[in-house]
């Protein structure tokens, strides 16, 4: 089939124009491929945030890996924590980049408005910020892990 030079001429400026960083095109006997030299872009979204119910009684503590996203979250019965939670799919990133600082650590206190996180959907870079003030407890997945809609990824204790 193949593409003529005007189909492609059009296609360099949709690329261009609509900001993504690489298009390929491959078919039988015709493949295709355009990047740009543009910087990714950045995005910056707010989190929604979960308050964790009150315990009537405590409950017994079950242990349960970080890492699934079908885990329940602990939560401790003396505290009344905060779940900050993934606002789209992606990758989830602590810091901006390697070598640059974590953007959040275990006992930070935080702001409304400070970034938490960077997660990367496809190849824009999504600053996370808190909606909520308190002590960050726990991070609940690790740097470069996929994370899913509404997945937990903090537990801020409100101070």
Same mark, same amino acid.
């Given at each position: 089939?193949?593409?003529? =030079?005007?189909?492609?001429?059009?296609?360099?400026?949709?690329? *261009?124009? *609509?900001?993504?960083?690489?298009?390929? =095109?491959?078919?039988?006997?015709?493949? %295709?491929? =355009?990047k740009?030299n543009?910087? +990714?872009t950045?995005?910056?979204?707010?989190? /929604?945030?979960?308050?964790a +119910?009150?315990?009537?009684?405590?409950? /017994?503590?079950?242990?349960?890996p970080?890492?699934s996203?079908?885990?329940?979250?602990?939560?401790?019965?003396e505290?009344?924590?905060?779940? &900050?939670?993934? /606002?789209? %799919?992606?990758?989830?990133?602590?810091?901006?980049? /390697?070598?640059?600082?974590?953007?959040?650590?275990?006992?930070?206190?935080?702001? *409304?408005?400070?970034?938490?996180?960077?997660?990367?959907?496809?190849?824009?870079?999504?600053?996370?910020?808190?909606?909520? *003030?308190?002590? %960050?407890?726990? &991070?609940l997945?690790?740097?470069?892990?996929?994370?899913?809609?509404?997945?937990?990824?903090?537990?801020?204790? +409100?101070?």
């Amino acid at each position: 089939m193949g593409m003529d =030079i005007k189909q492609i001429q059009d296609l360099i400026k949709f690329v *261009s124009k *609509s900001g993504v960083n690489e298009v390929a =095109i491959e078919e039988k006997d015709f493949k %295709i491929t =355009i990047k740009t030299n543009q910087e +990714p872009t950045y995005v910056t979204a707010s989190a /929604p945030v979960a308050a964790a +119910p009150l315990a009537a009684a405590p409950q /017994p503590v079950a242990a349960t890996p970080v890492a699934s996203a079908a885990a329940p979250i602990v939560v401790s019965e003396e505290a009344n924590f905060i779940t &900050i939670k993934s /606002p789209m %799919i992606g990758t989830f990133y602590r810091s901006a980049g /390697p070598g640059k600082p974590m953007f959040a650590n275990v006992g930070d206190e935080i702001n *409304s408005g400070k970034v938490l996180c960077i997660i990367e959907a496809m190849k824009l870079f999504n600053e996370i910020e808190s909606e909520v *003030s308190g002590k %960050i407890v726990k &991070i609940l997945v690790e740097d470069a892990q996929p994370v899913e809609f509404d997945q937990p990824l903090f537990l801020v204790d +409100p101070r």
